[in-house]
């Protein structure tokens, strides 16, 4: 079971609230041209207040009677299966502290910042609410697939397979990913939409590859998180994007998961044995 927390807001010091106020006015203008119109209209319906750490208790006031989605403030990390369980009960893990002023371009693990202002703002889209939902399916459907494996050394072998393909579906879309547009495309996934530098490279830069979204590629693409990412992948629609989760759940019965390629990220026994139970 997730350990949540109080998220004792009444501890940020002026300094936290500085730096939020610097990441989001920043962010601002990068949104307005960049992001998708779903971010764009659950940053207004969240009512986030652009000077100060929210409140986390006021964000879900807004957010829970449009998906039934729910923040949930947590301390740390997040065991994969038990993360992705959250989905499927529509509960997000919300880190509750920030990034210090010194280190506002980049941050190898997720803060407030990346999950109230890149995340939730999507989870006011019901589309997108129910893709979480459907991904959070997911990992019960692996862990029931493991479960009747007895040689324990096939099972470790195949769930550190699927584990790592749903860590890289997840990484290219939820995080990554890119949305077609009326004129051109435009960023969903939290990473870019939380990160000043690389929003705009993600879309401007001739340096990117930008493909259409194909699972093949996607659950055998190896990442790396301290660099702008230099290949990223692009759907048609939420709609689209459900479906292909529907697809990611089909190859993972029909065993097209249990042998993606090896390399990043890796699968940590903390991870495996979350999805043993």
Same mark, same amino acid.
């Given at each position: 079971?997730?350990?949540?927390?109080?998220?004792?807001?009444?501890?940020?010091?002026?300094?936290?609230?500085?730096?939020?106020?610097?990441?989001?006015?920043?962010?601002?203008?990068?949104?307005?041209?960049?992001?998708?119109?779903?971010?764009?209209?659950?940053?207004?319906?969240?009512?986030?207040?652009?000077?100060?750490?929210?409140?986390?208790?006021?964000?879900?006031?807004?957010?829970?009677?449009?998906?039934?989605?729910?923040?949930?403030?947590?301390?740390?990390?997040?065991?994969?299966?038990?993360?992705?369980?959250?989905?499927?009960?529509?509960?997000?893990?919300?880190?509750?502290?920030?990034?210090?002023?010194?280190?506002?371009?980049?941050?190898?693990?997720?803060?407030?910042?990346?999950?109230?202002?890149?995340?939730?703002?999507?989870?006011?889209?019901?589309?997108?609410?129910?893709?979480?939902?459907?991904? !959070?399916?997911?990992?019960?459907?692996?862990?029931?697939?493991?479960?009747?494996?007895?040689?324990?050394?096939?099972?470790? %072998?195949?769930?550190?397979?699927?584990?790592?393909?749903?860590?890289?579906?997840?990484?290219?879309?939820?995080?990554?990913?890119?949305?077609?547009?009326?004129?051109?495309?435009?960023?969903?996934?939290?990473?870019?939409?939380?990160?000043? !530098?690389?929003?705009?490279?993600?879309?401007?830069?001739?340096?990117?590859?930008?493909?259409?979204?194909?699972?093949?590629?996607?659950?055998?693409?190896?990442?790396?998180?301290? %660099?702008?990412?230099?290949?990223?992948?692009?759907?048609?629609?939420?709609?689209?994007?459900?479906?292909?989760?529907?697809?990611?759940?089909?190859?993972?019965?029909?065993?097209?998961?249990?042998?993606?390629?090896?390399?990043?990220? !890796?699968?940590?026994?903390?991870?495996?044995?979350?999805?043993?139970?």
């Amino acid at each position: 079971m997730v350990r949540f927390v109080e998220q004792q807001w009444e501890k940020y010091t002026a300094e936290n609230h500085s730096a939020w106020r610097q990441l989001y006015r920043r962010m601002v203008p990068s949104w307005e041209r960049y992001a998708n119109e779903h971010f764009l209209r659950g940053v207004s319906s969240l009512c986030l207040d652009p000077e100060r750490i929210p409140r986390i208790e006021d964000v879900n006031r807004f957010l829970c009677p449009l998906t039934g989605f729910r923040a949930k403030p947590v301390g740390g990390y997040i065991p994969a299966f038990l993360f992705f369980d959250c989905l499927r009960n529509r509960q997000f893990p919300t880190t509750v502290t920030i990034r210090g002023a010194a280190r506002l371009d980049y941050l190898p693990e997720p803060d407030i910042f990346h999950d109230i202002a890149g995340h939730v703002p999507m989870h006011t889209d019901r589309a997108f609410a129910e893709t979480l939902v459907r991904f !959070g399916e997911c990992a019960h459907t692996a862990a029931e697939l493991v479960a009747d494996v007895r040689d324990e050394h096939d099972r470790a %072998r195949r769930l550190t397979s699927i584990i790592r393909a749903m860590a890289r579906f997840f990484w290219f879309t939820i995080e990554f990913g890119l949305m077609k547009s009326g004129d051109g495309l435009k960023a969903y996934g939290s990473g870019l939409l939380s990160s000043h !530098g690389e929003l705009e490279h993600a879309i401007e830069s001739p340096e990117v590859q930008r493909y259409p979204l194909q699972i093949e590629w996607a659950v055998n693409q190896a990442f790396e998180i301290d %660099r702008f990412q230099p290949l990223l992948f692009w759907v048609e629609s939420f709609d689209h994007l459900f479906g292909l989760v529907d697809t990611l759940e089909r190859w993972m019965r029909e065993g097209r998961l249990d042998n993606v390629a090896p390399g990043a990220p !890796g699968v940590n026994e903390v991870d495996l044995v979350s999805f043993l139970g």
